[in-house]
């Protein structure tokens, strides 16, 4: 473990190493990108990121390509949408394994009971609940809906 303390972090540094000695370019090269979001976002925040952090910046990472993703594929260039596709798998190897529909909806249930929300202006209160357990562990606009259509249900 390195000295900050981040158990991710010290994975992905030394995948970076396990990739330059397999001559890996195109996965060191991802992986040297992440690493250097990561150090800027440290640089930045004058601060060690913790593996939420991480988890939460890669999230982040892999919103980008999927977008980007969209956008290639509809424009029809599939040289550059292959790349921004095995660099999503590189990203996403990384994150937590994702939540069932289930449990997210169990999860929601949940939060919505401890903090008794009961119409759509306790929204906020609802996800920020949520966010910690489930960034990166599934679509957050995807929960966010779920959770509207929920309170819509209670307050009707």
């Known amino acids: 473990m390195i000295a900050d303390g981040s158990p991710l972090k010290a994975r992905l540094q030394e995948e970076v190493k396990i990739a330059m000695r397999a001559k890996d370019k195109a996965r060191l090269g991802i992986l ?11 640089v930045d925040t004058r601060k060690p990121l913790d593996d939420a952090q991480i988890i939460a910046l890669l999230d982040k990472m892999l919103k980008q390509r999927r977008e980007s993703l969209a956008q290639y594929e509809a424009a029809g ?6 790349k921004e596709r095995f660099e999503e798998e590189v990203i996403q190897s ?19 009971s401890q903090c008794q929300a009961t119409t759509a202006r306790d929204m906020g209160k609802v996800m920020a609940l949520l966010k910690p357990n489930l960034q990166g562990r599934a679509d957050m606009a995807v929960v966010s809906a779920k959770v509207k259509a929920r309170l819509a249900a209670i307050s009707s």
């Open 32 to 42: 040297r990108m992440v690493m250097a979001a990561l150090k800027q976002f440290e």
């Open 77 to 82: 260039r599939t040289d550059l949408a292959e």
């Open 94 to 112: 990384y994150m937590p394994t994702p939540l069932s529909e289930v449990e997210v909806e169990q999860l929601i249930e949940e939060a919505i």
